[in-house]
């Protein structure tokens, strides 16, 4: 059963960021404020459940959050500054579009960038432990799936209307044969060993 807070004294975001691996796109995050009694018996890690349940869950989410906002950091910037710092960057952004700033953070994973004058815990596989931060990886896994079916329809022949920007095989292998496209991070090595288990 996930938990509600971290801690009970401060009025708490949960953050979470979504598309981290891919080799094209942006990376999105999401920050979520939600109720200190919140409970939902279907939300999970967005990896844990069906993409039905997604987006049903982010409707959800959107009516019953105290305050929400997704953002997020494109292919350039991340080639610019690296995927991890723009995944930071990218809850940065979240947090900043908030319309309730929070006065504690609890950041899924085990590293961040600390937020001006808002104190922060990292939680590795936090949004497997605390609704905020699973809310948070719902809302920043559906924007960016909307996103990459958006995009899709521009080059069909990657495939990301299925593969949202994942190095599945096929996406690589488009790569090789036809190139990037001006989505595509160029800093990621389409041929890494570390690749091959898509």
Same mark, same amino acid.
């Given at each position: 059963m996930l938990l509600a807070r971290y801690q009970h004294e401060f009025i708490e975001a949960g953050c979470d960021e979504a598309g981290r691996g891919c080799l094209a796109g942006p990376v999105f995050a999401a920050a979520v404020i939600l109720p200190a009694d919140f409970n939902h018996h279907l939300?999970?890690? +967005?990896?844990?459940?069906?993409?039905?349940?997604?987006?049903?869950?982010?409707e959800e989410i959107e009516q019953q959050a105290i305050a929400f906002a997704v953002a997020s950091v494109d292919n350039l910037e991340i080639d610019e500054i690296n995927i991890l710092n723009a995944s930071f960057l990218a809850m940065h952004r979240a947090i900043e579009k908030l319309n309730q700033l929070p006065q504690f953070l609890i950041i899924d994973g085990n590293r961040f960038k600390k937020y001006p004058n808002i104190p922060h815990e990292c939680i590795i596989k936090g949004d497997g432990k605390y609704f905020s931060i699973?809310?948070? +990886?719902?809302?920043?896994k559906t924007y960016r799936d909307d996103y990459m079916l958006q995009i899709s329809a521009e080059h069909p022949e990657y495939d990301w209307h299925s593969n949202k920007g994942y190095p599945t095989i096929k996406h690589r292998n488009t790569v090789l044969e036809i190139g990037y496209t001006p989505y595509h991070r160029r800093t990621f090595r389409v041929t890494d060993p570390q690749l091959s288990i898509f």
């Open positions: 939300l999970n890690d +967005s990896k844990q459940v069906s993409e039905d349940v997604r987006y049903r869950l982010r699973a809310a948070a +990886s719902i809302l920043a």
